[in-house]
């Protein structure tokens, strides 16, 4: 890789070596190396169709690598054999169009998987001999709590009760966030979080972003806003034909672009 | 929800099998076969199966110890069920003994002759003779009619062969009489379904002489039923279309044919003739 | 007689009538079960042919495939004569269970590709967003994909129960005592001696019984489509 190695002190959280992925005879990644710290805060920019949305879907291994290896906590994560959901409670995944649980409430959205989680331990702890502290009843009520604590923080807690299709777009990609957060995840991947958003809403979901970048949240963001992406971000990726064409600190990346195809690309959208 | 359900499929599953096999070791039972459609021979009354052949087999079931059981479904089925003989172990349905139907199954002593009957609603006209005081239709007069039969009946077989049977075919040899006339046939799956073509899709019908003319007694449209001949050659007198019915038994089965053809011959002719009347009578 | 005075006359024989009823009840158990029996074949054909590929399932998915394209291509008057003439052709096996047999298989393999084209309806972000946060895909398909597809399900379910029960009168053939087969016997030649007026009676009843069911149906629609206002 010709772009400088940006040495970082804390902890490695992903180490992933020579990721390709190719649909059929397509290939869309060539080969991707690339080690995400605790607290980084990653921006992927690139024209459309170079490939991060899919990098980022095969960080969590939403699709299947087709080589390379994901390090995530000691394990290869692109390993088939190896149960991905264990590590996925970690990672924690916000997309394009929300998606949000439509035949579930608000409330129910955030609690959904902590309580599954939760109870599937708490099933295993029991048969393993040692006397349940919780009842399936108490982590319900836990979650709830914790939940109602997350949409008060971002003053959804009117809405709990209601069904995701009363919401704006701006509320939803809110809830859909701290659904995220509700499992501690270590890192948050963000996959064009505000491109499916009216403009006026943009703000609102880019506030939250932020805040949770200020509390160093580990952060994966695929984007189009270039602006948001130089302000939070303290690492920018230039993806381009499936590779890593670029990468270094937002003024490195910005302000003195090297490849020429980040420059042709940052004349377009700046 | 999902528990009930499986549970209700689970009761039908273990029910039905224990149906199955207590009906299966039960071997003090004789199914009978048939069709019940075809008064007074046998008929629905109500839910029940009744009719002449009914009576015949309660009598044979009286004299092995055995219990009945009847069966009902197309006619066509009955041959081929008895000849497998694992559902039924013989058919009563006023069934005409004929060659093919041998080679498949054993037959009963005969118990009625008889013949086939056109039945002509009001307003088709067609030509009849007169023999010796009867008033009889020739084959040739029913040229150019759509004649109405019950699928795999004697009726059936005979006007299938009058209209396709030709001299090249192996199978015949022969011309049919109504072969090139312009005559068509309308297949029905039972008689009553006949009678109410009658005048939409079907000129006459073609049917035994009993069902006739309960048929005709019977139906609000206004109905006559003649007698069928077939006409004499070189001055032969003409002649009914004759058939004989019988009982048919699974091959082999001897003790249930030796049992039939007793109590065939202990009612006799005349007491089978009464049972006839009966029928046809109890229910005008 | 004029057809409405014979309406009439059957209507107020109660021998008439009992037999009607009595081939209501054989009707009406007929579909019950093999509608019970087809919902559970055709949820789990669904589900065999929704899951995805791997070496484990290859043979269920074979198998699936030839039972929904076998039954799908051949007449269900055929598919009952071969249960009853062939494979339970078993010394004094109750027609009626061959009957819910053939039915509920029958209809299986339409309902399996009714509950298959409503789970494929339901937008793949909701699998997606399941996956993500860790639930496996068997939690994700029944809290997440499954209800939503029941809603749109229900609809393609509703009718396939209408047609099969309407089919099931075919059952008179192989000599059961169903609506049908009581509408023939009160029109045989001892009892009104036409078809015309039994058949159309009969004909009100399976109308009486669609029409209570979509009835049904309707309101279950009602009632699931409650919580999401689009």
Known sequence: ??????????????????????????????????????????????????????????????????????????????????????????????????????????????????????????????????????TKADIKK???????????????????????????????????????LAMNPKVILFDEPTSALDP??????????????????????????????????????????????EQGTPEDVFDHPKDPRLQEFLSKVL | MKKIVSLILALTMVLGVAFALSSCADTEEIIVRTNAYFPPFEYYDGTEIVGVDVDIMELVGKKLGKKITWKDGDFGTIIDNVADGTMADCGAAGITITEARKEKVAFSNPYYTSIQYVIVPDGVSVATKTAGGVEYIVWEALAGKKIATQIDTTGW?????????????EDYGYNGVLYGTGTSHVEMPDAQAAVDALGVTADVIIIDELP???????????????????????????????EQYAICVTKGNDELLTAINEVLAELGEAKIQEMVMNHMGLNK | MTFFAEIWELLSSAKYMSMLFTGLGTTLVVSLFSAILGLFLGTLVALVAICP?????????????????????????????????????????????????????????????????????????????????????????MKIVIPQAVKNVIPAIGNELIALIKETSIVSMIGMYDLTQAAKVIGAGNNMASYIVPMSVAACFYLAIVYTLSFGIKGIEKRLRAGDRR
Do not use: W
């Open chain 3, 53 to 141: 590929d791997s070496p484990l399932m290859k043979l269920p998915k074979i198998i699936c495939k030839v039972y929904v394209t076998v039954i799908r291509g051949t007449p269900m008057a055929l598919q009952l004569f071969i249960m009853m003439y062939a494979i339970f052709a078993i010394r004094g096996f109750p027609q009626e269970i061959t009957a819910i047999i053939a039915f509920g298989i029958n209809s299986g393999a339409y309902v399996s590709e009714s509950i298959r084209g409503g789970i494929l309806s339901v937008d793949i972000g909701q699998t997606e967003a399941g996956r993500a946060l860790g639930l496996p895909y068997g939690v994700t398909l």
């Open chain 2, 157 to 169: 077989i005979y006007t299938d062969g009058e209209i396709n049977a030709t001299e090249e075919d």
């Open chain 1, 142 to 180: 836990e979650e709830r709590e914790r939940a109602m604590a997350l949409l008060r923080r971002i003053g959804l807690e009117d809405k709990a009760d209601v069904y995701p299709s009363t919401l704006s777009g701006g509320q939803k990609q809110r809830v859909a966030i701290v659904r995220a």
């Open chain 1, 1 to 134: 890789m010709e772009s400088k190695k940006i040495e970082s002190t804390s902890e490695v959280l992903f180490s992933i070596k020579d990721l390709h992925k190719s649909f059929g005879n397509h290939e869309v990644l060539g080969g991707i190396d690339l080690d995400i710290h605790n607290g980084d805060q990653i921006a992927i920019i690139g024209p459309s169709g170079c490939g991060k949305s899919t990098f980022l879907r095969c960080i969590n291994c939403m699709e299947d690598p087709t080589s390379g290896s994901i390090i995530f906590e000691g394990v290869d994560i692109a390993d088939t054999s190896i149960d991905i959901n264990v590590h996925r409670e970690n990672i924690g995944m916000v997309f394009q169009q929300f998606n949000l649980f439509n035949n579930k409430t608000v409330i129910e959205n955030i609690m959904l998987a902590p309580v599954y989680v939760r109870t599937k331990k708490l099933r295993r702890s029991s048969k393993s001999g040692d006397a349940p502290k919780l």
């Open chain 1, 200 to 245: 006026e809403m943009v703000g609102e979901v880019l506030d939250l972003m932020k805040e949770l970048a200020k509390e160093g949240m580990t952060m994966v963001i695929v984007t189009h806003e270039m602006g948001f992406a130089r302000e939070v971000a303290d690492r920018i990726l230039f993806i381009d034909e499936g590779k890593i064409k």
């Open chain 2, 212 to 242: 006739s003319k309960y048929l005709v007694e019977n139906s609000s449209k206004s109905l006559k039923c003649y007698p069928l001949y077939y006409s004499g050659s070189d001055g032969e007198a003409d002649a009914p279309v004759e």
